[in-house]
């Protein structure tokens, strides 16, 4: 028991010490991603310097994306061998991507108020996002729901992660309908950028901001993600049991 314990404890830091290395790397990432942005990257031909924005707004939106695919797989994962901490990865990215949709958003209508002069347009885009963060919005809410009513422990009870679970894989369904949304039907929302069919679609200073950005708000995510579980299951790990006190007999 004793050496069991050990090895907890041991792998607990080296955990904490591996997501620490990662929070270094993700801000060394997001300062040289600042930088890049704001002096190497050029203003956009057409839209000047309101284009910056992009190297906020589109991390923002890619990280909710992957966010939302945790929830998709993780939710998977446990209905198909009921491990409670793959729902417990659900919560936590789910929580993690409804975060940054409502920044994907706050920051597309400050870009739309910028260019298009208004800050909402009934767009394809715009529309889809809202309805995607309304569900997920909803997955939380129903969570909490549940866990009042049945008074069970969320991330803990199986009762609030099996429907839980059936609604995180459903919900994904709205991701590919945002993505293709400016395919699919006539948008203002500009198409791809970085994977466009001509050549090259964007400037590689841009490009390389870009990219930098991305990374450093996907490996920050991460980060968030694997300390939320971790706090998650430190709140759910039950108390050790009170050790009795020993009473000294006395003789005589």
């Not at 909490?144 to 679970?165: S, W």
């Not at 990374?215 to 759910?236: K, Q, S």
Request: charged share 15%; aromatic share 8%; glycine share 8%.
């Amino acid at each position: 028991m004793q050496a069991s314990t050990v090895d907890l404890v041991a792998d607990t830091a080296s955990a904490a010490a591996a997501r620490r290395t990662m929070a270094w790397i993700a801000g060394g990432l997001a300062a040289a991603a600042t930088a890049a942005g704001a002096w190497l990257a050029p203003p956009d031909e057409l839209q000047g310097d309101a284009q910056r924005l992009m190297y906020v707004h589109v991390p923002a939106a890619w990280v909710a994306y992957a966010a939302f695919a945790v929830v998709l797989m993780a939710s998977g994962a446990y209905l198909i061998g009921g491990d409670l901490r793959w729902d417990r990865f659900a919560r936590a990215a789910a929580e993690l991507g409804v975060v940054l949709t409502a920044a994907a958003i706050a920051t597309g209508s400050v870009w739309g108020h910028l260019v298009w002069g208004t800050w909402w347009a009934w767009d394809p885009r715009l529309v889809s996002t809202a309805l995607l963060l309304l569900a997920y919005a909803g997955y939380l809410a129903l969570r909490r729901a549940l866990a009042e009513r049945t008074g069970a422990r969320d991330g803990g009870d199986h009762r609030v992660a099996k429907p839980a679970a059936v609604v995180g894989v459903a919900g994904f369904l709205l991701v590919p309908v945002v993505h293709f949304s400016v395919v699919w039907w006539r948008s203002l929302h500009q198409q791809a950028t970085m994977l466009a069919p001509h050549r090259p679609p964007i400037d590689a200073r841009m490009a390389t901001a870009l990219l930098l950005a991305v990374a450093a708000a996907t490996l920050a995510a991460c980060c968030v993600l694997l300390h939320r579980v971790v706090r998650m299951e430190r709140r759910l790990a039950p108390e050790p049991a009170p050790t009795a006190e020993r009473t000294p007999v006395r003789v005589g």
